[in-house]
């Protein structure tokens, strides 16, 4: 396991140097740049532009601009943001807990819908319940996240006034109650979405394991259905599952670009789409390295998991 | 999930805080990268109520003496034109204005704003103005003499931004000023009390506002950043915001029913616009199809139908507020059979599609325009449909905000719809002048005309009104006659604030709906 771990690590970090490169092309190969919100401003002249493209480093050949960039980023120096001109490390350390907060209740609320549905709908496989959450888990996965975050807002907060639209509390005071009622609607959006789909994930497994012998065993040593459903049956399907929570779990560092944006919640996911728009390449990279790792690392994590939960499963790279 | 959802339900959510006397919140949206007025020219809102110019435009789109005693002029003394072609302009300071630290605004802080922005260690996101100004002399505190190297015509809004101060900023790296950056030292009716980044910027009011005892009214002003617009709205409606400027004009029916909500129109100094880019797409270079394309438009009924009737058509750059209009001015009805009978004469016939064709090639364009926006989509798809009657061909493409604005600088499009924010003051040299086409200038249509330029550099290089006035026209009745481009429509700004908000004034510049925010009060 050790060794497995070892050797992973060593080799996520070739990958996260190409990793870097190829986000670093793309960027900039996204047509406009950090001046070009400056291009609207009819008093603005080619002398300024010039003058901000050489105070930004952007007149350089690319390969240079890469290079400079990689040499501080490894060393620690994130550089400054292109559009405030703040470290990009602060802009990133006041944003995380808002992401954190955000993504690890959703998560949680996910998993607590989707161990029960899955195994529910595996249980009674064919059974009218099973057909209902399989067409609920369809509605799940096929919503926008976009679409439904509106929907809760008209609904829950200008129809029925029982919370908060969106942000994260209310600006002249919060407190916990306050700032869980800000929580709900945002988190039951990425919860419904990614319940939907584990759900599915998790009947299948389930059912794949129900079919083993030694559940027939065990039934037959007369376990009764409950336990060998969750004490058996469970313990073996929940493997796959463990993993694809464990990718999604990479969702803590990235932030859900979308759920911030419609509920203006200040986390990693709005600062990603506002410097996205800004093309602001200093915390864009940032952030792109940052969610890059967070999933190689989780990948890692997530097959250690896999292995530990599951002896069958063996460990080669 | 469930345990949450109860929780906060068994706990009945109190009603949205009303507006008050004792905080208004704005619904804004985007979070300002920096609140140094000179840094960025962008959502300048928040900056308006900490730092003043001085002089500022009112609702009337009209210069108006703010930190100065008077805006200066060549009849009360304020303007001397030199022999070498250059200009003097004397400011007369307003006595007893402080700073918020209380030290006092003198003319040394007019002088050292000047030094610093045309100095290279500070990068300022323009210099337009600043670097006509050769040097400035402070005979005493209050008076600042700016010496102009040329005549510029807008030398009345120079300091509308306002000045840097120096006791706070000398000998220091402005760009790297963070203190200053994120809360900048002024002598406004408000000061930044909090910024909690990615959420707001809370303002609070000064105890001695130097306009008069008890303004500002409001005690604090809340900016929300919610950058979605339809989360915008929502919060409009849930009463979480008080105010939302700039609404787009497809939510105006949702919430102008709402009675505690008052939607102000005010007819606005921007244009929306079709650029024709002559120099990528060569049929545009000929007269007659531009005026072809423009009757072959249906303005009137774009207006009424797609913008509900809450902007009106417009024919030219220069608005109606402006003291330089003129509606003498050549107008094109919506007349599809003479548009159909220029192209013809210009030897495009039709061909067996229904779109017409000279020397083996279709009238076929692209038209580019910025993707988000419903009534721009839907203006583009309607003028698609109209072109497509006269057989013209055109094919919509839709791109973000960014990746727009680098393609038109470049000059790589057909025809754009866009519109542009117009400065107050009514300078068209940038925009239509032969010369300045980018990066020199936003002369997009490449459009080029002798005559046109001549005049537009010669309204320019005179501050006489009357002057001006009359250059100014003839070049209007110019461009009327030669059509480089088809303007649509005049942008009305919808603002909403609360129905209970007293002496609240629209403004049609840049300048933004904050500019006499001293005055506003809720009243009950």
């Not at chain 1, 195994?119 to 496989?125: L, M, Y």
């Not at chain 2, 330089?324 to 039709?350: M, Q, S, V």
């Amino acid at each position: 396991m050790i060794g497995f771990l070892g050797r992973r690590c060593l080799q996520a970090v070739p990958l996260l140097f190409v990793i870097s490169a190829l986000v670093f092309l793309l960027i900039h190969a996204a047509p406009g740049g950090p001046l070009a919100i400056y291009l609207s401003n009819p008093n603005i002249r080619a002398e300024d532009i010039d003058r901000l493209r050489r105070a930004l480093g952007l007149d350089r050949p690319l390969w240079e601009q890469y290079v400079a960039w990689l040499a501080a980023f490894v060393r620690g120096d994130w550089g400054y943001s292109f559009s405030d001109g703040r470290p990009v490390a602060t802009r990133i350390a006041e944003r995380l807990p808002a992401t954190l907060e955000l993504i690890s209740v959703a998560m949680a609320g996910a998993t607590s819908l989707a161990l029960p549905i899955g195994v529910a709908a595996a249980a009674g496989r064919g059974r009218w319940f099973d057909r209902l959450l399989t067409g609920a888990s369809l509605a799940g996965i096929s919503l926008p996240a976009f679409w439904f975050g509106l929907l809760l807002q008209i609904v829950f907060s200008i129809g029925l006034g029982w919370l908060p639209s969106s942000g994260r509390a209310t600006p002249t005071g919060g407190d916990l109650v306050d700032r869980l009622q800000h929580l709900v609607l945002p988190a039951a959006v990425l919860a419904i979405v990614q319940a939907a789909a584990w759900s599915r994930y998790l009947r299948g497994s389930m059912i794949a394991t129900l079919r083993q012998p030694f559940i027939a065993a065990a039934r037959a040593r007369g376990v009764p259905g409950r336990r060998v459903l969750l004490r058996h049956a469970l313990r073996h399907a929940i493997g796959p599952l463990l993993a694809i929570v464990m990718v999604d779990a990479a969702l803590l560092v990235s932030g859900a670009v979308v759920t911030e944006s419609v509920f203006a919640w200040p986390g990693l996911g709005s600062l990603f789409t506002e410097a996205l728009a800004r093309r602001d390449y200093t915390v864009l990279m940032a952030l792109l390295m940052l969610s890059s790792s967070a999933v190689v690392l989780f990948n890692i994590v997530a097959d250690a998991v896999h292995a530990c939960v599951d002896p069958r499963v063996v460990l080669a790279w | 999930m469930l345990f949450l959802a109860l929780a906060s339900a068994c706990t009945r959510r109190p009603p949205a805080a009303p507006p008050s006397n004792d905080l208004l919140i704005v619904g804004y949206d985007r979070e300002p990268d920096t609140l140094n007025r000179f840094s960025t020219h962008i959502l300048e809102d928040i900056q308006t109520c900490v730092v003043e110019g001085l002089t500022t435009t009112d609702e009337n789109m009209k210069v108006i003496p703010l930190l100065a005693r008077d805006v200066p002029t060549v009849d009360n003394g304020g303007v001397k034109t030199r022999s070498d072609g250059g200009m003097d302009v004397i400011w007369k300071l307003r006595p007893g204005i402080t700073w918020h630290d209380g030290v006092p605004f003198t003319s040394a802080d007019v002088k050292f704003t000047v030094d610093a922005i045309n100095s290279p260690s500070y990068n300022p996101e323009s210099t337009d103005g600043f670097d006509r100004i050769t040097s400035v002399d402070t005979p005493d505190p209050l008076t600042a003499v700016v010496h102009y190297k040329e005549i510029y015509a807008p030398y009345d809004i120079q300091f509308i931004r306002g000045t840097l101060p120096k006791h706070l900023l000398e000998g220091r790296d402005i760009d790297r000023a963070q203190d200053y950056n994120r809360s900048p030292l002024g002598t406004g009716p408000y000061r930044v009390a909090e910024w909690k980044a990615g959420e707001y910027i809370l303002l609070e009011r000064v105890p001695r506002y130097w306009q008069g005892d008890g303004l500002p009214r409001i005690r604090r002003l809340m900016f929300k950043f919610v950058a979605n617009t339809n989360t915008r709205i929502n919060q409009l409606k849930s009463g979480e915001v008080h105010v939302v400027a700039l609404v787009p004009w497809d939510k105006y029916r949702e919430i102008a029913t709402m009675p505690s909500i008052v939607v102000n129109r005010t007819p606005g100094n921007a244009y929306e616009h079709v650029t024709l880019n002559e120099r990528q797409f060569a049929p545009f270079a000929d007269v007659r199809i531009r005026r072809a394309l423009i009757m072959a438009l249906d303005r009137e009924l774009f207006v009424k139908t797609i913008l509900d009737g809450l902007a009106p058509v417009t024919h030219g750059a220069i608005q109606p507020r402006s003291w330089a209009y003129t509606d003498r001015i050549t107008r094109y009805p919506f007349d599809p059979a003479k548009a159909r009978a220029l192209l013809d004469e210009a030897g495009w016939t039709i061909g067996a599609n229904g779109i017409r064709r000279r020397d083996g090639r279709p009238l076929a364009f692209t038209l580019i325009t910025q993707a988000g926006y419903a009534i721009r989509e839907n203006v583009a798809q309607a003028i698609e449909r109209q072109l497509r009657d006269v057989g013209v061909d055109v094919r919509v493409e839709l791109h973000d905000g960014t990746a727009i604005s680098a393609i038109w600088f470049e000059g790589k499009f057909d025809a754009m719809l866009h519109w542009w924010q117009m400065p107050s003051d009514p300078e068209l040299t940038t925009f239509f002048a032969a010369d300045r086409t980018p990066p020199a200038g936003r002369n997009i249509n490449y459009y080029r005309n002798e005559e046109l330029t001549r005049l537009l550099y010669a309204s320019d290089r005179t501050i006489d009104r009357q002057e001006r006035t009359t250059l100014l026209q003839r070049a209007q009745t110019l461009i009327a006659e030669e059509v480089p481009e088809i303007p649509l429509y005049s942008v009305t700004r919808l603002d909403a604030v609360p129905a209970s908000l007293r002496h609240f004034k629209g403004n049609p510049t840049n300048t933004g709906i904050f500019w006499n925010v001293y005055e506003w009060e809720i009243s009950k």
